[in-house]
């Protein structure tokens, strides 16, 4: 393994594609084998970059699997967060912590804006009509916020991921660029690694025209984009210059030709990653990706968003074929609902558990990329049968680099998100003090410092 | 902008909601946690129109790929999923981010790519004959105006020139590959750009008329959902898409052709919601013969009776609501128990049984849970999408899983029981007198006149629809007595103005669709519906942005 490093390191470009086929012919076993590279770049830097993850799973949880038992540092996993065990060190579990009130549109579809902004979201007419209809988010996410500081350092300002996320709508988007423009995650575990590490299969003559060849297009499309938004009305305007905007952050890619000492990992054999059966691979292949990158320093800032809300996604491979958004309404007496949506969010709770283990075996200054990480886990309600925005369950994973005290079970008195959301700005270095447009306050969350 | 995008959106909310919301809202009452007053600074107020930017759906890309290259891609598969305008696609809200540009890239390297196996067929001049640079020049006219759907201005040919001299670098034939793939990620290709040369700002707020490319353009993907054909681009050269007259022309051409039934299906699928099946999964145990290939069936037949109607047929929507076609062959034909058709001639079901769309098993099976049959999803369909009265989510502290099936018990008497509460017959007196007139269809849409040992109560009342009030007794009335109202017609014509222009209508259509209400309200006829939006002012003008 640690060979591999080494000669990895040296001739990287030519090794990756060799490399590949070989951990092909592997198959299964090799998706096992710890694989990430250690780029130079991070190699050098003393103590490793921070990162940051976002990640979303819907409908709500049950309060009483969730908490732990136990004391604030003294503490024991229930059922839900059982996964976890052996960890507790890099885990903090806080209740109280509660989506603010305002805006257009069902809890549901407010619940990932709330979650990741802070911020109510634009009148509208998705779901339904009336007073419960509404339009996409209004506020720039905090992911968001720091890919605009963070992100110019490395090639994707940030990453965007889904698992069977479906269509396009308020309810399955995570991240917003801005108000009213909402990022597409990407679903598709063939096309990810395609868009991150497809290149590294060339050879340096063909990268070369490659990125020649997209230049001058991008060229000739930006010449359109600008001509056209340039005679547009205010509202089309901006889409084209968001079209723009994002041509140019390809173009800078291309012209940096970041990423170049980067070992793709494998993904195996193609599989239908929209196949229920598939729901668990498909999460694991996305997660294993994303280690990757943040490894290869692609990328400091992610989301991941499981589903969607209010998904009805079924989880055969548990053993039942209910669909999750349906149980999640059955009332707190049925038991045998109550406990297959304890599983289902148990099984979040592993994929956590796998991402922490993946990004525990990249080797990062004194000890690993999970101490630099902060993971940070929300869903856009507290109880699916009753909708309650206050609390909704929240969880920290990662050694966070030291910036918070971690392994923690805190019961704090019921706050805003937006408190939660700056704390995650200033772990990535930013002095915003505020953050959403709901946000009634100031400061980080106090029950972290 | 997202003030100008906003309001244009809630334009239709005053339009459409009034009857069905105002009742039902009040009963609700503090069913969201606060109003909903805009952002910050928004003015509601202002009710102009505009017609938004809109990029090419999945399905749209990868038709115009293959008229325009003769190259398969399969759209869904390589694109992020479109927005939804009403019950249609159609994106024009969020703008593109880094995923999607990038796929635009992807796909369009790949389109290239296999694009040179078959040059000939694109480039007509020979580089050997003419020289390499004279040749690509007149591809560059020709497939360029092609794929932009309008001619090329200087600046445009001059950027496809430098893409040109960039590829053939390496050859003649990779300069083609790249002016390809630059077209294909070319904002004209990618988007319906409509605002004309000396630019939004020069045009005041008047609704302008579009320019004849951007008109011919407008035609084929209402009509086609794809480009515009060389008979087209010629009209819209020529100066023959000037008048109602020539735009009859054009519209009674294209809907001769086979590409307008594919989007008349588009049109039908969409409407009832049964665009995409396999979400859908029903109760192994109760309906064994019930399989994915199967509910496909029904969605492709629905669809195939409605174009049929619309475009052979009777063509009125009194047909469409109330004449029981069938193309069924194999397991759809066992499903109902008739002999196969031919595939050709539709066969008329029992008229006991069926009438038009709204019994459709394709429909009544997507508007069912899988064990039993779902009187509020059918009728919240018929409420939204045929009446044109949207309804707001339940309340967010409502249970609504659905009640246990029940022998003792049929699943109106259940579903009744469940939905009488004060926090929710508000709202669904508005609902469950529509949709309990379905129950003489089950979860898969099989007839039904027992219920096991209990007998099937179809009775329904519509109320609170204008003049589709009214008791009714089973579907098959219920869809009669829609046919022949002004309000399901109105909003027939609502959905084909949705359809056609890929926005919700505005205050500021509300003129000029009444003329198309009174006219379709006479008659009823779709194929002149049709025509008559696409000669009406919003179709035929563009409200220039601000």
Known sequence: ???????????????????????????????????????????????????????????????DEWNPSGGETDFTFREILSPLEGLEPYVTVIDGLRHPAGGPGSRHAQGPHKFMAGSRLLDGDQGGGGNTSSGYGSHQTADQRIADVVGQETPFSSLELGVQNGGANVRSRMAYRASNQPIVPEDNPYALFDRLFKDLDQDETSLERLRAERLSVIDAVSGQLRRVADRSGTADRVKLEAHLEVVRSIERRLENGFGANCVAPTVGDTIDHQADDNYQVVSELMLDQLVMAMACDLTRVSTLMWSRATSNQIFPFLGFTDKHHELSHEPDSNGAA????????????????????????????DGTMLDNTLIVWGNELGKGNSHTHRPVPIVLAGGAAGHFAMGRNLDIEETDMNRLLVSTLQFMGLDDDTFGNLDQGSGGLAALA | MDMRLHTSFRAAAPLAIAVAAAACTGIIGDGVEDGSAGPPGSDDDTLEGFSPLRRLTALQYERTVRDLIGVSVEGAAVLAGDERVGPFKSNVVAPVTELNVEQYMAVAETIAQAALADLGSLVTCDPDDIGELQCGDRFIDDFGTRALRRPLDADTREEFRQVFAQGRETSFEDGIRLVIQAALQSPYFLYHVEVTPSGDEAEGSEPVALTPHALAARLSYFLWRTMPDRALFEAAERGELSTSAQIRVQVERMLEDPRAGFAVEQFIRAWLHIDDMRELAKDPDLFPEVDDALLESMAQDAARVGDYVVREGEGTLDALFTTPYSFAQGPLAAFYGIEPSDGEVPVILDRDERAGLLTQPAFLAKAGHSDQSSPIHRGVVVREDFLCQPLPDPPPTVDDTPPEVDPDATTRERFAQLTSGPGCAGCHRLIDGVGFGFEAYDAVGAYREREGDLPVDDRGNVVGAEDATGEFEGAIELSAQLAASQITRRCVVNQWFRFALGRIESEADERDLASVYATFGDHADLRELIVAIAQSRPFITRYPGR
């Open chain 1, 1 to 63: 393994m640690t060979t591999n490093h080494q000669s990895s390191r040296h001739a990287r470009t030519r090794l990756s594609l060799r490399r590949r086929r070989f951990l092909g012919a592997l198959g299964a076993t090799a998706a096992a084998l710890p694989l990430i590279p250690v780029p130079d770049s991070v190699a050098q830097e003393a103590g490793g970059h921070r990162r940051i993850i976002y990640l979303f799973s819907p409908n709500g949880t049950i309060y």
């Open chain 1, 338 to 365: 109550q406990n297959k949506l304890v599983q289902i969010n148990r099984f979040f709770a592993g994929q956590l558990r796998y991402l922490m283990d993946r990004l525990a075996e990249v080797p990062e200054g």
